[in-house]
């Protein structure tokens, strides 16, 4: 299923029962009530407890000790939605990695918390989400634990979305899933496009030469490459712009690094979308692009990573 189609499919929320999973669970019940789809409700039952139950089943028993962390979540779903959601609940067996890419291949979106219970709390991405953005053929939404309440929200007061966009290689799949998004939820869409910025020679000088903040440099606005990549970004916008006349999409062209501004703008906003723009290392490996890497590690709000249909 590509990104942009949206005419079946669940949204698929993986939970575990850590705080983090009872963010992306509140954040995919809006979602699932904006699209107006059926939200599916999962959990990985533990490694231990898989085998547990295939030993007794091995000695002829059959014993159904539920499920503690699906029934918290229909607890919350009901909480939160009173039956204005439709939903359902399944335990799933195997690797959690290779359980939500099942999951994934029916879906809309796949939401996840952005660490799991049993992480090191140091750690600001867990392996799962980390994995899952990079080969999952739906969008996938990794909700951070630090996101701000409004941002888990419907409410146009939850921010604008703003969209990580290279002209040149953005797909088209991640222009519509944001501004759909942005229709939706009745707010602003900003699409930001960095230029790489010539290192001054002054910079590259060692000590005790001065070190020249950006804004004491030349206007990179005037420069050529930041007219054209402004041309280019517009081109890029304007069939999205045409199409999705409702809603209020406007461009920024920024000099430096692209991860680093999404992550500035992310503070503000309600959902960030990035691309995953694969780079191949070798025959049959994949690398995730560095800036959906980056903001995933280190962005202030959701963040949807959405794939292109002509990815390999």
Known sequence: MSAADESHGPVVAAVDG???????????????HRLGAELRVVHVSPE????????????GEDLDIGDAVLDGARRRVEGYAGGTVRATYETLE?????ALLAEARGARMLVLGSRGRG??????????????TSVAPCPVVVVPHEARAAALTDRP???RVVLGLHPEETADEVLDFAFREAGRRGVELRAVTAYPVPVSPILLAGPPAPVMPLTELPDPEQTEVADETREHQAARLGPFTEQYRDVRASGQVVPGDAAGRLVEESAGAGLLVVGRHHRRLRPG????????????????????????????
């Open 94 to 98: 195997g690797t959690v990695s290779d």
């Open 48 to 59: 231990a407890l898989q085998l547990g139950m295939a030993r007794l089943h091995s000695i």
């Open 157 to 159: 007061e939850a921010g």
């Open 119 to 132: 992480g090191f709390a140091s750690l600001l991405l867990g392996s799962t989400s980390r994995s899952l």
């Open 18 to 32: 850590s705080e983090h999973s009872d963010r992306a669970l509140e954040w995919a019940l809006g979602a699932a």
């Open 285 to 312: 490996a994949l690398l995730m692009g560095s800036v959906a890497h980056g903001v995933l590690h280190h962005a202030q709000c959701p963040v949807a990573v959405v794939p292109g249909s002509t990815e390999a």
